[in-house]
Structures are given as structure tokens and as C-alpha cells.
């Protein structure tokens, strides 16, 4: 993937999950785990496409 993409999905997450916690009322509780949720699902996104999180899941898979 190249990293202009990577970036660009960075920058549109991060204004939608901003977008959603200014104008969007909720809960600080439920504001703080939509926030956690996102960050982590970002955070896999980006090591799968720099190809990080491949060999854990098959060296996982090896343990078995």
C-alpha cells in the first residue's frame, strides 16, 4: 500500500472520529471506548499494510 494512501485514510479517520466526538452527544464512557475501538482497529490496519501483523498470526497459529 502506498504510503500517500496511508496517509490519506489516516487523515479521513481521524476527521470522522473527530467529527463524531464534536458534534455527536454521547457519553464520556461510551465516547472514550468508541475512541479506544477506533485507535486499535487503525492500529492493525496500519501494521497489516506494513505486513507487521502477518508473521505474528502465523507464528501464533504455529503454537498450536
Known amino acids: ?10 487523515i479521513v479517520v481521524g476527521l470522522v ?3 463524531v466526538n464534536t458534534y455527536i452527544p454521547m ?8 475512541n479506544v475501538v477506533v485507535v486499535v482497529v487503525v492500529l ?3 501494521l497489516n499494510a506494513f505486513g507487521i501483523v502477518g508473521p505474528f498470526i502465523r507464528f ?4 498450536r
Request: charged share 5%; aromatic share 8%; proline share 4%.
Open 17 to 19: 472520529l473527530w467529527l
Open 60 to 63: 501464533s497459529n504455529r503454537l
Open 44 to 46: 492493525i490496519y496500519v
Open 27 to 34: 457519553n464520556s464512557a461510551i465516547k472514550t471506548i468508541l
Open 1 to 10: 500500500m502506498p504510503i500517500i494512501q496511508l496517509l490519506i485514510m489516516l
